[in-house]
């Protein structure tokens, strides 16, 4: 699934700014912190109508997990994979002929489902979207006889989008973050050529890309969930959705070790562009990143377990969110473990998708005490339990806790901007908490259900800083339904 969300919504009150004809001006929207594509949404009050324009302050989502974690169920995640299985379906021959020549196809759908009963500053909302992603891999070796080499394609369709303006109406770090927003109805997802060496120990990749696709791999239940606002703001890698110009190397040291290096280009004008432009419309930064990680899976650990430290630096200019001054670059830091505690078969060896607990935590935090964004620290950690019934495999269940720290400059221009909104004065805390339970629920090998519920406390006024009242704190809920009609029709083995 692919994820990306802007406070650039659609309202009755005012018409959105173009962000990239915005973001041409080179100038910074002062005094308020949204600078180069700007936009304002100003609520009066809890129920007062959306006033608006655009905004480069977009609430994003990273969502493209890694494909090789723990050997336990991802069919939750953003790319997920279902469990594999004999080839079945109407087009299982051709499939296998595809197969064989070289060419994996992909044809995916994605339909997610948001509601907002009680939480932030406009509730009693919805968001509605539908994913459609069609492509596939080519096994170059087997096609021109270049070893090691395969060209990843992938076209992303959006038929049907309703209410984009969800994730501004809930307006908070954690509650609102899985909005989508995805004005363009047609994406290139990933254009790109993989080089494999030294007996697959190195392992290259460059073209069109998405650095989340690479870096900082969900360990959550819920990919599309529990990504961290730092890692999309601050470090400027763009929601799976939006590709730019990239490259990374990584080196398998052991079977388990790895270390990997990255630099990535990152468009602020992304929600308006469909990731075939040549260059880029308005100035842009690099992104340069670097991590370590450990793997194992069922195949060679009874308790796998998966762990990932990763830094990363992105090169635009920084404005702080309160004093407007300006510096050069900004850079932070992302840990994420996932592992294995307990097994009811003791840890049988060899045992294919065992009910098994596992637990996971999260940590991403910023050195840059005045970046433009204003995020100290994200954080999660909870409780996994995947097959919990023998009958069903692939299902799992989880309980998380989730935090969002923002920075003391942040904490006052939140102040500042309330009070010019005629407030009465902005007394939430500079953390914001919230306690979610989800699950993925397998109805066939190639159907997936992916509801989740969050509650919060402390709700943040972050996504929409013109806010006069006190946010509300309550629940959101969601679910993501995700069909896999290559596997339904046979057309992969995956």
């Given amino acids: 699934m692919l994820h990306a969300q802007s406070s650039d919504a659609t309202a009755t009150a005012a018409t959105p700014i173009d962000a990239p004809s915005a973001a041409q001006t080179g100038q910074p929207t002062k005094p308020t912190k949204l600078k180069t594509a700007a936009a304002t949404v100003r609520l009066a009050a809890a129920d007062a109508p959306l006033q608006q324009a655009s905004t480069d302050r977009p609430s994003v989502q990273q969502g493209i997990p890694s494909t090789d974690q723990l050997g336990v169920s991802h069919i939750g995640d953003a790319t997920p994979s279902p469990a594999p299985g004999p080839r079945q379906g109407l087009l299982a021959g051709i499939g296998q002929k595809l197969n064989d020549w070289g060419f994996t196809p992909s044809l995916n759908l994605v339909q997610m489902y948001l509601a907002n009963p009680s939480v932030g500053q406009q509730t009693g909302n919805h968001e509605a979207l539908t994913f459609i992603a069609v492509g596939g891999d080519f096994d170059m070796e087997k096609i021109a006889g270049f070893p090691g080499a395969t060209i990843h394609f992938q076209q992303l369709f959006v038929p049907f989008t309703n209410n984009l303006a969800w994730g501004t109406q809930v307006g908070d770090v954690l509650a609102g973050q899985p909005g989508p927003y995805v004005p363009q109805v047609s994406h290139l997802g990933i254009f790109t050529w993989e080089q494999k060496a030294f007996h697959d120990k190195l392992d290259v990749e460059f073209g069109k890309t998405n650095a989340g696709a690479y870096f900082g791999a969900p360990v959550c239940n819920q990919g599309f969930g529990c990504q961290s606002a730092i890692l999309q703001n601050s470090a400027g890698m763009n929601p799976p959705v939006y590709v730019n110009w990239g490259g990374r190397a990584r080196y398998n040291i052991t079977p388990a070790w790895s270390v990997q290096a990255g630099l990535f280009r990152s468009n602020p004008a992304y929600p308006f562009t469909n990731g075939w432009e040549w260059t880029d419309s308005v100035p ?138 005629g407030g009465s004065g902005y007394t939430v805390g500079r953390t914001q908490y919230g306690l979610k339970i989800d699950a993925n629920i397998a109805l066939t090998r190639s159907i997936i259900l992916s509801p989740y519920v969050m509650r919060t406390w402390n709700t943040s006024t972050f996504g929409n800083p013109a806010y006069s009242a006190t946010p509300k704190n309550g629940i959101v809920a969601g679910i993501v339904a995700s069909v896999f009609f290559d596997k339904m029709l046979g057309l992969t083995d995956r």
């Avoid at 200019?317 to 050069?328: E, G």
């Avoid at 954080?379 to 996994?384: H, K, L, P, R």
């Fill in 284 to 421: 842009d930064s690099n992104v340069w990143l670097a991590s370590t990680a450990y793997r194992t899976t069922y195949q060679s650990d009874p308790y796998p377990k998966s762990y990932e430290l990763m830094l990363y630096y992105n090169t635009r200019t920084q404005t702080d969110p309160f004093t407007q001054d300006t510096h050069k670059g900004t850079s932070g830091i992302y840990f994420g473990g996932r592992q294995v505690v307990w097994r009811p078969d003791g840890g049988q060896a060899g045992a294919p998708d065992p009910t098994a607990v596992s637990l996971f935590a999260t940590a991403t935090g910023s050195f840059d005490a005045h970046s433009s964004y204003g995020l100290a620290m994200t954080g999660s950690a909870g409780v996994i339990v995947e097959a919990p019934l023998r009958s069903r495999p692939h299902d799992s269940f989880s309980i998380s806790l989730n935090w969002a720290t923002l920075t003391p400059h942040e904490q006052e221009y939140l102040k500042q901007e309330n009070l010019a909104a």
